[in-house]
């Protein structure tokens, strides 16, 4: 019979962390988010064929827990 076990028992993790912090991460993440870059990767990406999400405010004001609504494009 194999012998059953292992190295699992003893494993110990590196400890490796991002080395940006936080707060520079979600600046950058906003800036992006809110300029035309990324329309301009949705789009391209459209154009690939690829499945792109459009979130777009909710048209419907009566709707008060849905701010946003997601369109999906194929």
């Known amino acids: 019979m194999a012998k059953k076990g292992g ?5 110990q993790s ?3 962390l991002p080395n940006i912090s ?3 991460r979600k600046a950058v993440r906003r800036d992006y988010m809110a300029s035309n870059m990324r329309i301009i990767n949705q789009l391209d990406a459209m154009k690939k064929g690829k499945r792109v999400v459009f979130t777009i405010p909710n048209p419907n004001p009566n709707e008060t827990n849905k701010r946003f609504i997601k369109k999906v494009v194929n």
């Not at 190295?7 to 494993?11: I, N, R, T």
Request: hydrophobic residues 10%; aromatic residues 10%; without cysteine.
């Open 14 to 16: 590196k400890g490796e």
């Open 7 to 11: 190295s699992g028992k003893h494993y």
């Open 22 to 24: 936080k707060e520079i």
